[in-house]
């Protein structure tokens, strides 16, 4: 039998206050998900309804709708509750499909690619 501690009984009920409240999840692979709190329990797994992958790169966004989604504690970096009254992105910000955003993804990951291999391959001038 787990004994717990103060910390966690502080963490199931600063969740306790999310519950069926919009929320913004940000996990530890950098994804950013979005969705209304339904169930959690006190490892901090949590139970997200309405589900989306907000996706941003550059100027473009796109919500990619997952549905149900069950998320573990451990890959929860930071939780907030996002206020309905407030726009949520600035207005310079475009709306795309999923597929233009994969491509947008693509491009700045290889983009990101040859930026490390010029690094590497400019070592030996030494300028630093």
């Known amino acids: ?3 717990l501690g103060p910390e966690d009984v502080y963490l199931s009920t600063s969740l ?6 919009k929320l913004l999840v940000l996990l530890r692979d950098g994804r950013k998900l979005m969705g209304t709190l339904r169930s959690f329990d006190q ?3 949590a139970v997200i ?29 930071l939780i907030g509750e996002l206020d309905l009254e407030r726009e949520e992105l600035p207005p310079h910000m475009t709306r795309v499909s999923a597929a233009e ?6 491009a700045e990951r290889e983009a990101t690619d040859l930026k ?12 630093d």
């Open 1 to 3: 039998m787990s004994y």
């Open 43 to 45: 490892f901090a797994n």
């Open 16 to 21: 306790a206050s999310y519950l069926d409240k």
């Open 101 to 106: 955003i994969k491509r947008a993804q693509k």
């Open 49 to 77: 309804e309405g589900a989306c992958e907000r996706v941003i790169v550059g100027d473009l966004y796109c919500d990619i709708p997952l549905g149900l989604y069950v998320i573990r504690g451990e890959n929860v970096v």
């Open 116 to 127: 490390g291999t010029m690094r590497k391959r400019m070592e030996f001038l030494d300028l």
